[in-house]
């Protein structure tokens, strides 16, 4: 019988604004999960990245089942209600539809699945952003795994060397899943020219070419799109196989090291870098940075391991040095030309009802 691996991710409150969620909160969704779940799912592990909650299922009922989606949903309704008792900033923010529907899908919170037969030892990465959107994770997958530069396995492992298919949403389309696929290597530019623009095209799902099976998974929900007003940034979720016919856990670490620069900081409207973090790290300067933590794990007969943290080493001390460096130059430019988003990504109205306020004031000369 085949595992299939969930994360749903909410922020439902925090302290201090945006820093990270109480403790009897992330309890509370804890013991919900623990006490409603146990004939559903086979193991889960929660953790939070700055103001973010989000819940690891393993289970054996497929992609998008109601039953586990539910249970999600309602321990973060559980949660909600602790964050509303303690008054807690932005108490169910990321629940924008009044009742569950069948799926978590569209209603707020991210979701990012896979469904595959265990391999006798099976590690896998699970990825969590805060204060930034789905393109974060757009030139870290390019170069894990299109790259020899980052991905030396794409020319010593026989079993990579046919490479992967992309599938890459178009998020900006609001009627559907509008994707495409693509294959790596013979398309890679094709694959570059879509992923550069990390606003509209992100990358849904990553597939081996050699076995066909699924190699990462990422949440593409875009918030102002389900709500049409700013609720908070999109804060993306993701998971990645490695090892064997995958890049290898280094591999798929190496890109992060660039500390590439990504929607998102304060309101969600500024561009700064991504900094990797240890797990369950709060949000500080500027509401930011952007960062993302990696929790590494094992999973066997659907049975999780204790989570390894993946960005829990002196080399990335140094490389969090680096991005502090950086978000500090660029956060020095203010609201001018890059350092904040164009007018189209903002996603703050106030912004919008003063630029459509000036545009009446213009004049042309004559």
């Known amino acids: 019988m085949k595992t299939t691996l ?21 309890a509370e969704v804890r013991n919900y999960v ?68 069948g799926n978590v899908r569209g209603m707020g919170p991210a979701v990012a699945e896979m469904e595959f037969e265990e391999r006798p030892n099976e590690p896998f990465l699970f990825f969590a952003a805060d204060k930034t959107d789905p393109g974060a994770y757009n030139l ?9 530069m980052y991905n030396a396995g794409l020319m010593l492992s026989p079993s990579m060397n046919k490479g992967f298919r992309f599938v890459i949403m178009d998020v900006n389309y609001t009627e559907g899943d509008r994707v495409i696929e693509l294959n790596a290597p013979e398309e890679i530019y094709d694959i570059a020219a879509l992923l550069r623009d990390n606003q509209r095209f992100v990358v849904e799902s990553i597939y081996s070419r050699n076995n066909g099976d699924i190699a990462a998974s990422v ?14 940034k999109d804060d993306p979720v993701m998971l990645v196989r490695v090892q064997g016919a995958f890049p290898a856990t280094g591999e798929v670490l190496a890109p992060f090291n660039i500390g590439h620069y990504v929607a998102g900081f304060m309101r969600g409207s500024h561009t700064g870098p991504l900094m990797p973090v240890r797990f369950n790290s709060p949000i500080s300067y500027f509401d930011g940075p952007p960062v993302v ?37 660029i ?35 004559k």
Request: aromatic letters at 10%; charged letters at 25%.
């Open 6 to 26: 969930s994360i749903i991710k909410a922020d439902i409150g925090s302290i201090g604004g945006h820093i990270r969620p109480s403790e009897k909160l992330i």
């Open 34 to 101: 623990a006490q409603k779940g146990k004939v559903i799912i086979t193991d889960f592990f929660i953790s939070h990245t700055g103001d973010d909650i989000a819940i690891l299922f393993s289970h054996k009922l497929g992609k998008g089942n109601e039953k586990v989606h539910k249970l999600a949903w309602d321990a973060f309704v559980a949660g909600t209600k602790v964050a509303k008792e303690q008054g807690l900033y932005g108490a169910g923010q990321d629940l924008l539809k009044d009742s569950f529907s």
């Open 140 to 148: 870290p997958l390019y170069l894990a795994f299109t790259d020899p």
């Open 219 to 232: 949440s593409t929900t875009r918030l102002h799109n389900i709500a049409g007003k700013y609720t908070g």
């Open 293 to 329: 933590a990696c929790h590494a794990f094992c999973v066997h007969k659907g049975k999780l391991t204790e989570p390894a943290d993946a960005f829990d080493h002196p080399y990335w001390d140094w490389v969090r040095n680096k991005v502090s460096q950086k978000a500090t130059e």
């Open 331 to 365: 956060r020095q430019q203010g609201f001018s030309g890059v350092a904040m988003l164009p007018y189209g990504e903002l996603e703050y109205g106030g912004i919008v009802e003063k630029m459509g306020m000036l545009e009446k004031k213009f004049k042309v000369k």
